[in-house]
């Protein structure tokens, strides 16, 4: 192993299970090489995912104390209706707990937060952000339900007693959750599960609102909502002639959509005859709408506001 220089960041994560469901002994045996890795300057940081209700006092000081800087929490919802169904075994209670020690400590916590489970709507989930939001978490991951084979899940599908979130419906809810938090100061860094070669393979996800491009389809879905908006202040009775929307070049494909789908969906909804997009606005997230010979500028921030 090569000592890392110049700017880039190296982390090592523990993932893809409850780290801290492992004895102390076991946690110690693992997390001791990385430390050394730490120490040596091999590596910046150390992160691990686990369960709330798999933090203790105890548990979090041997993390700190063995060089780790980040804990993910599967939080998945905090209504204990919705965790309960879902057999999640913690409470939001438990989430509450574990976010407080992990933050005392000086660590960084983060959420993993799991629209469309059994037994979730639209008052859970807001319940669940609003929830969220108090304990301020430093950033988190939403995932949508999806039904893999193999799973209690997909018994409960074939037995039709699961409705799986549809794409659409996944992609509304993500994007509030997105919006809110981002709002709030709480960084969300990653929207859907990446796309990867198990999860490509025929018969894995039965059902759910998988797509590998979930993320952009959020970051799209907002800015459709501002075009939207923007066109109905400005009269969209009257759509005759070209509207042009400034914006700035990062927010091209976004603006756009994935394979151009807001594009066609505003001339569709508002009977457009022309939509211009001009990549020349200076401010990430924002649109400027020229229609009627009329001016009209919107940011993600003003969408709590319609």
Not at 171 to 200: C, H, N
Not at 286 to 297: K, P, R, T
Request: hydrophobic share 40%; aromatic share 8%.
């Amino acid at each position: 192993m090569v000592k890392i220089t110049g700017r880039r960041q190296v982390e090592l994560a523990f993932y893809g299970g409850s780290f801290t469901a492992l004895s102390l002994d076991c946690q110690y045996e693992l997390l001791q090489p990385a430390y050394q890795a730490l120490q040596r300057n091999l590596i910046h940081s150390i992160r691990i995912s686990t369960r709330p209700d798999c933090i203790n006092p105890v548990i979090v000081k041997n993390l700190a104390m063995l060089g780790v800087r980040t804990v993910e929490l599967g939080v998945q919802s905090m209504d204990d209706a919705v965790l309960a169904g879902a057999n999640r075994g913690h409470t939001a209670k438990d989430v509450s707990n574990a976010t407080s020690l992990i933050k005392n400590a000086g660590l960084a916590c983060g959420v993993q937060l799991m629209p469309g489970l059994p037994g979730e709507n639209w008052s859970s989930l807001i319940c669940t952000v609003t929830k969220i939001i108090g304990l301020r978490p430093d950033f988190a991951r939403v995932y949508p339900t999806l039904v893999i084979a193999g799973t209690p899940l997909a018994n409960l599908y074939y037995d039709n007693r699961y409705k799986p979130l549809t794409i659409p419906e996944a992609v509304a809810k993500s994007a509030y959750i997105k919006l809110t938090f981002e709002q709030q100061g709480i960084k969300v860094i990653r929207t859907g599960l990446q796309a990867t070669a198990e999860l490509s393979k025929a018969h894995v996800v039965l059902a759910g609102p998988y797509h590998p491009a979930f993320g952009e389809l959020v970051d799209s879905f907002l800015f459709f909502l501002m075009a939207a908006h923007c066109i109905e202040i400005l009269s969209y009775s009257a759509c005759e002639g070209e509207m042009t929307i400034h914006h700035h070049p990062k927010d091209s494909s976004k603006l756009r959509g994935v394979s151009g789908e807001n594009i066609r969906r505003l001339k569709k909804t508002y009977k457009l005859s022309s939509i211009i997009l001009k990549p020349d606005h200076h401010t990430l997230g924002e649109l400027v709408i020229d229609f009627h010979g009329l001016s009209i500028s919107i940011n993600k921030n003003m969408l709590n506001y319609i």
